[in-house]
């Protein structure tokens, strides 16, 4: 079956977790530049005059279309390589989704067929 990511992380982290994707041999992505908020609703702002809360924090959302298979070993590079170990680290969805068409050659590879766009196929074949 073919999932969808969508990984929340901070912006900082953007370079480690494509690298990480990279080495694990998870590379067609894309990222999406987001604003929002979790269960802690943003974070207080300490000033002399007082305080105020920011409630939507940019962070970038990272979205990958894969294979079933490679779901697990993805999250855990997105994990080792986003955390940072403070709250606002990020939170990872994963989605089921139900076709994917190719534009280039109209090609469809239902859900009940594992979605390779996802990996490095130059790796696979050799
Ligand atoms: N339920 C949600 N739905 C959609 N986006 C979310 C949700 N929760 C968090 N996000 C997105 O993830 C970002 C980071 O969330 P954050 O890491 O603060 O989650 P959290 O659940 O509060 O966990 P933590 O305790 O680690 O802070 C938010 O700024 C927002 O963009
Ligand atoms: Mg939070």
Redesign the pocket.
């Known amino acids: 079956m073919t999932k969808k990511i969508e990984a929340?992380i901070r912006e900082e982290r953007l370079d480690a977790v494509k690298a990480a994707l990279t080495e694990i041999g998870i590379i067609g992505l894309n990222i999406v530049p987001?604003?929002?908020?979790?269960?802690?609703g943003g974070i207080k702002v300490q000033t002399r005059q007082g305080s105020y809360v920011v409630d939507l924090?940019p962070?970038v959302q990272l979205n990958i279309v894969l294979s079933d298979d490679n779901v697990e070993a993805t999250i855990e590079a997105i994990r080792a390589a986003a955390a940072t170990g403070a709250?606002?680290?990020?939170?990872i969805f994963v989605l089921p989704v139900d076709e994917v068409i190719r534009i280039s050659t109209g090609e469809r590879e239902r859900a009940a067929i594992t979605y390779q766009g996802d990996i490095d196929t130059r790796r696979v074949k050799a």
């Open positions: 929340i987001v604003r929002g908020r979790g269960r802690d924090i962070k709250s606002g680290d990020g939170v």
